[in-house]
């Protein structure tokens, strides 16, 4: 189920007056479980068998890990978890991938190589609820969280059906405590909820999908277009994927606030990023910090010196292109983050990059980083190169095969949020407006919902990170 369609306009309500309407924590619990699973089953209902399997393998192995004495005999259970979890999402998402590949460098060899591709869909948010359950074995087997004892809490950590599909992946220690308790009803944080939840719609239905549009037009066709029509469809891929996903974090955490229970902050203004490093500390914040924490510093970190340090990074960046797709471009987007960090540590840094002015360092990490989404969006690296080629072709070429309307929609949308979010840098917006008269502030709000309304693509448009 979507957070923007009309099914989830009517789910919504419906589960938040049976949750206000349950007194008993247990019974709560209950409804989350169901109702997590109907969200889940809304799309393809066989595949909630998976994450019963998987539900029951992590929770078992949570309890063996804590119950057991023996440091051998913890390793053996967390390595069945790792199996367990990986195993699916390996067979789901990377078995074709592997295949496609045998294929080419069979046929490149002239040997004959009988394999053909599976039939098999990838469970929207496969990529999601396996890291979020890694991360409960990983924090049991260190020590740093107890095993939960009650399957049906387990299972809510796992299912909770505002961050089931697209995260932010959470901690354990940060939802199953909230899960343990009974929430009353808050009303500032019922409003600040519905905030976040409208602040999430916007950058979704007028910002993602309005880029969309123009994106789409040059990412399809790359060789019709020059520089000017080139770097339009960039920029527009570049504030869609943002206003897309940190509009689904946003609803996410909105609508979990209305049920009284926290989720992460997984976006903090990515774009105003002074280095590359900064930038991964904004931008998908559940994922980076799962990356540092689980993969870079186990592997070492920066503590086994420059050329592991080097190698441990260029690991964790290439493990995340893999982890955002089973395609080449996602591995090169991810070769190309972990180049820019190297380069920014080894070369600019001690040339004194850190004292150059702020705004010049955010221009560097912003066009970089829109250079690097190309190979996000493209539909396969020699797509990419010819996105790239773009750049260099004459400049108004195809400009005028660009729908004019779309793309002024674009640039006001795009306005809208860089002005929100530079606002947003001292003092939040929703603050700002609250300390307005109120007759002022009814007039702003009328207005704001009024151009939602005209400006708002009701399409029904896929979150981009469900396809992973």
Same mark, same amino acid.
């Given at each position: ?10 789910? /919504? ?29 809304? /799309? ?91 991360s409960y074995v990983f924090e049991v087997h260190a020590g740093?969280f107890k095993a939960e004892r009650s399957l049906l809490h ?68 790359? /060789? ?97 292109? /893999? ?143 469900f396809q992973f």
């Amino acid at each position: 189920m979507l957070f923007n369609s009309f099914e989830f306009l009517i789910f /919504l309500p419906v589960v938040y007056g049976l949750f206000r309407h349950l007194q008993s924590q247990t019974h709560r619990l209950i409804l989350f479980f169901f109702a997590s699973c109907f969200f889940y089953s809304f /799309l393809i209902p066989a595949y909630l068998l998976i994450l019963f399997v998987l539900i029951g393998v992590d929770y078992w192995a949570g309890i063996k890990i804590e119950d057991t004495p023996h440091p051998g005999r913890k390793r053996l259970f967390l390595m069945a978890s790792v199996a367990a979890n990986l195993g699916i999402l390996g067979l789901f998402k990377y078995t074709n991938f592997l295949i496609e590949n045998l294929q080419t460098l069979a046929t490149a060899l002239h040997w004959n190589l009988p394999l053909r591709a599976l039939e098999i869909i990838l469970p929207i948010g496969l990529s999601f609820h396996t890291f979020q359950s890694l991360s409960y074995v990983f924090e049991v087997h260190a020590g740093r969280f107890k095993a939960e004892r009650s399957l049906l809490h387990y299972a809510v950590y796992v299912l909770y059906f505002p961050q089931l599909v697209a995260g932010p992946i959470e901690r354990p220690q940060n939802i199953l405590p909230q899960l343990h308790q009974k929430t009353r009803f808050d009303a500032d944080g019922f409003k600040n909820g519905l905030k976040l939840v409208l602040q999430g719609l916007f950058k979704k239905a007028v910002l993602a999908d309005t880029l969309a549009l123009v994106a789409n037009r040059v990412f399809d066709r790359p /060789l019709d277009f020059g520089a000017a029509a080139t770097w339009a469809g960039v920029l527009a891929f570049t504030f869609q994927i943002y206003g897309d996903f940190s509009g689904y974090s946003d609803i996410a955490r909105g609508v979990s606030r209305l049920f009284g229970i926290e989720l992460m902050v997984n976006f903090n203004k990515p774009y105003f990023a002074g280095s590359i490093s900064d930038f991964w500390r904004r931008w998908h914040i559940s994922l980076s910090t799962w990356f540092r924490d689980y993969v870079y510093i186990p592997l070492g970190g920066n503590r086994l010196g420059p050329a592991r340090t080097q190698f441990n990074l260029i690991a964790v960046f290439l493990l995340s292109g /893999l982890w955002h797709g089973a395609s080449w471009t996602f591995v090169v987007w991810g070769a190309l983050h972990g180049f820019y960090l190297l380069l920014e540590n080894r070369v600019l840094i001690p040339l004194g990059y850190t004292s150059w002015p702020l705004l010049l360092r955010r221009a560097q990490v912003f066009v970089l980083a829109a250079l690097a989404w190309i190979f996000f969006r493209a539909d396969s690296v020699a797509r990419a190169l010819e996105t790239l080629g773009g750049l260099g072709r004459s400049f108004s070429l195809g400009w005028e095969s660009l729908p004019r309307f779309e793309v002024q929609e674009a640039a006001l949308a795009v306005l809208g949020l860089v002005v929100m979010e530079t606002l947003d840098e001292r003092k939040s917006v929703w603050e700002r407006l609250q300390a307005l008269p109120w007759a002022v502030r009814s007039a702003l709000y009328a207005t704001l919902i009024l151009l939602f309304l005209i400006t708002a693509q009701f399409s029904g448009a896929q979150f981009i990170y469900f396809q992973f």
